[in-house]
């Protein structure tokens, strides 16, 4: 094969998969916030700012449909009663489809509660919330987003902590058509972020500020009606990378079931109450 033609060849095959090292003006758009976002350090750093007038965000320039999604977080520290640090994929619409970290602030001393939630066709009612086995304020972590044909995995530091499996065979509905965005905002929630709304914003301790960095994507990126990545089909794990066809294996499955048991604090799946007339299917089958 001549050089040219293994140049080619490699070009075809590296547009397949888009695999981005992030630097966030070249990744992301400050959408809100009048300055409270900033983007530093030649583009390896983002901070989200919140005051008592207004919090921050911003969005991927991408589309996704499928997808492994790394980003470094290092959260409020202090008294972050009140506020939520949100970082989610999320498409347009009414009847949208959402993959959802949420961080909800506590007072000093106290563990932040970190929220996860699953969204389609606009409806979530999925929350699975958990305390970190580490303190998230004192230095960057790493809080991952797979989504693949199969299933969603939200980890922490490569740690799996949720698992949302494909069960549409049994009628849940499961992403799979709407390519999402990334997003991330700062923002004041206290009516009901701490405590169910007990503990409300100290904004002597404004302005707060959360950090981002080492933004990471092995994605199929959607644009003009495609995606960059093969068709779903028995050839399409070589082509779109292992994460395409990814599950997890008897070591992070024991991984996850060592987080449910001792920092898994809230399971839609395991409550009665709000489910009266019968858990969820999924929540049946797992």
């Known amino acids: 094969m ?8 490699f070009l075809v095959l590296g547009s ?3 695999a981005s090292a992030g630097n966030f003006y070249k990744d992301f758009d400050i959408t809100w916030g009048d300055g409270r976002a900033k983007i530093l350090n030649n583009g390896d ?6 005051d008592k007038a207004s919090g921050s965000g911003f969005q991927s320039k991408n589309e996704y449909l499928y997808g492994k999604i790394d980003m470094q977080l290092k959260l409020v520290p202090g008294n972050s009663a009140g506020t939520v640090t949100a970082y989610y994929l999320k498409s347009p619409g009414s009847t949208w489809d959402e993959i959802d970290f949420e961080f909800l602030g506590n007072s000093s001393g106290d563990p932040y509660t970190l929220h996860t939630n699953v969204f389609t066709n606009g409806k979530g009612d999925r929350e699975q919330q958990f305390h970190l ?8 972590h790493t809080y991952s987003i797979l ?16 698992e949302f499996k494909n069960s549409e065979s049994i009628g849940v509905p499961f992403p799979k058509n709407q390519p999402m965005r990334i997003y991330s905002s700062l923002w004041n929630a206290d009516d009901w972020a701490t405590r169910g709304g007990l503990v409300k914003t100290d904004w002597t301790h404004a302005p707060f500020t959360a950090s981002y960095r080492n933004f990471n994507a092995e994605a199929c990126v959607w644009s003009n009606g495609k995606s960059s ?3 779903n089909s028995a050839s399409s794990t070589s082509s779109n990378g292992a994460w395409f066809s990814q599950e997890l294996d008897s070591t992070n499955q024991n991984r ?3 987080v449910q048991k001792n920092y898994m604090i809230y399971n839609y799946c395991t409550d009665t109450k709000r489910f009266p007339q019968g858990l969820p299917a999924e929540c049946r089958t797992s």
């Open 133 to 140: 086995w580490f303190d998230p304020t004192a230095d960057f």
């Open 45 to 50: 750093l983002l901070t989200l700012s919140l």
């Open 147 to 162: 989504w693949n044909p199969q299933r969603i995995v939200f980890s922490v530091d490569g740690t799996p902590i949720r």
């Open 256 to 258: 996850l079931k060592w």
């Open 229 to 231: 990545c093969a068709s």
């Open 16 to 18: 397949l998969m888009v």
């Open 2 to 9: 001549s050089m040219a033609s293994m140049l080619h060849l």
